[in-house]
């Protein structure tokens, strides 16, 4: 989100980065249907202002996440919330999560995981 706000990485380099890592795990496991589940990021403290460019690259690369979940085969959007972290009191500093805050995503991931996997 930094380098997009930056201008050094375009929305478009940081989703083929993305699809590159997913391609990367996909083929060290010798599965090309591997299913992958995303979070949604959050903002840190010097993100959240709307209006900012700091803002505007976090919010790319949400965008991005969506648009990757949405159309990249066997990739999930498995939790949306850590966006709104900050306004819940999820947050244990400036820019990380507390264990609440990481509980509910890590359920929201294996839920979201058990239940396209069907297991």
Same mark, same amino acid.
């Not at 840190?44 to 991005?64: I, K, R």
């Not at 306004?87 to 929201?108: K, L, P, R, W």
């Given at each position: 989100g930094?380098? &997009?706000? =930056?201008g050094?990485v @375009?929305?478009?380099? +940081?989703?083929?980065?993305?699809?590159?890592?997913?391609?990367?795990f996909?083929?060290?496991?010798d599965k090309?249907?591997l299913?992958?589940?995303?979070?949604?990021? %959050?903002? @840190?403290?010097?993100?959240?202002v *709307?209006g900012? @460019?700091?803002?505007?690259g +976090?919010?790319?690369?949400?965008?991005?996440?969506?648009?990757?979940c949405?159309?990249?085969?066997h990739?999930?959007m498995?939790?949306r919330?850590? *966006?709104?972290?900050f306004d819940?009191?999820?947050? @244990?500093?400036? &820019?990380?999560?507390?264990q609440? %805050?990481y509980?509910?995503? %890590?359920?929201?991931?294996?839920s979201? =995981?058990?239940?396209?996997l069907?297991?």
């Amino acid at each position: 989100g930094g380098r &997009i706000a =930056a201008g050094t990485v @375009s929305a478009q380099e +940081y989703t083929d980065g993305t699809i590159d890592v997913f391609a990367f795990f996909r083929e060290l496991t010798d599965k090309s249907d591997l299913d992958v589940f995303v979070s949604k990021i %959050g903002f @840190s403290m010097t993100t959240l202002v *709307p209006g900012t @460019s700091a803002h505007a690259g +976090y919010v790319a690369v949400q965008e991005a996440q969506e648009s990757l979940c949405r159309d990249a085969a066997h990739v999930h959007m498995a939790f949306r919330l850590a *966006p709104t972290f900050f306004d819940v009191g999820y947050m @244990s500093d400036h &820019i990380h999560y507390n264990q609440a %805050g990481y509980n509910m995503m %890590g359920e929201a991931l294996a839920s979201c =995981a058990a239940t396209t996997l069907n297991i």
